[in-house]
């Protein structure tokens, strides 16, 4: 069954630590992998994608097949970086996403 | 221009009521999700629609929730014989076509505020 894993609810760093949020997934297929973030009060927005091996607001996820993981990194963590972040997953057609269930990242001054 | 729009923002209704949903997407997006966000929860994928047709409606709960999209812009979840347990964010995405060729390419989805449903 198509899964997508987020281990932690809640995760508080101090501003300028490292934070890893984790997802596991799994997917019958071959998976499309995606972060989307959710910053207060506004609206949930897509943040970095797998295939685009993009840094976005200075975080990365590697898709890692073998361990089934997407892990978001990020080296020094920002005080406007506390959001609800969610991992989620698509077929290659994209017809249908699931999402995890989020953590939400708390980044102390 | 305007991002997804959807209204109402919050509706309350009573147990084994009707309740209908809207959702204007952006302008030119052919393709227009639908997912259930429950308290604590990440979305739940419900619907996703190309064009006028519900390309998968395999995330609809039961056959209470169905929802139209007639000429391929605006779409309405409908909701029959609400029950508790249908209280949640129901929000809506629109994305712009996939890119052609051999393989669909993603365009990223754009989410609305979401319609907050209680249900009494």
């Known amino acids: 069954a198509q899964r997508v894993t987020q281990p932690e609810k809640l995760l508080s760093v101090f501003k300028g630590a490292p934070v890893e949020l984790k997802c596991n997934y799994s997917?019958?297929?071959?998976?499309?992998l995606f972060w989307y973030v959710q910053y207060s009060r506004q609206r949930l927005q897509l943040l970095l994608r797998?295939?685009s091996r993009e840094s976005i607001k200075g975080f990365t996820a590697d898709l890692n097949k073998g361990e089934t993981s997407f892990h978001l990194k990020k080296p020094f963590a920002q005080e406007e970086d506390s959001a609800m972040y969610y991992c989620?997953?698509?077929?290659?057609?994209?017809?249908?996403?699931?999402f995890g269930s989020g953590t939400k990242l708390n980044v102390k001054p | 221009g305007a991002g997804v729009s959807q209204t109402p923002s919050n509706k309350v209704t009573e147990k084994g009521k009707y309740v209908e949903l809207r959702c204007d997407p952006i302008?030119?997006?052919?393709?227009l999700y639908w997912y259930r966000q429950s308290l604590g929860q990440g979305p739940e994928f419900l619907i996703y629609?190309?064009?006028?047709?519900?390309?998968?409606d395999s995330g609809l709960p039961n056959d209470r929730f169905f929802a139209v999209r007639p000429e391929g812009s605006v779409s309405t979840l409908k909701i029959q014989r609400t029950e508790r347990g249908d209280s949640a964010v129901y929000l809506c995405?629109?994305?712009?076509?996939?890119?052609?060729?051999?393989?669909?390419?993603?365009?990223?989805?754009?989410f609305g505020p979401g319609t907050r449903l209680t249900v009494l």
């Open positions: 302008s030119g997006h052919t393709a």
């Open positions: 629609f190309q064009g006028t047709g519900a390309a998968d």
């Open positions: 997917y019958s297929g071959s998976p499309e």
């Open positions: 797998h295939i």
């Open positions: 989620a997953l698509s077929g290659y057609n994209f017809n249908k996403f699931y």
């Open positions: 995405a629109s994305s712009a076509p996939a890119g052609g060729g051999v393989s669909l390419s993603y365009n990223e989805q754009f």
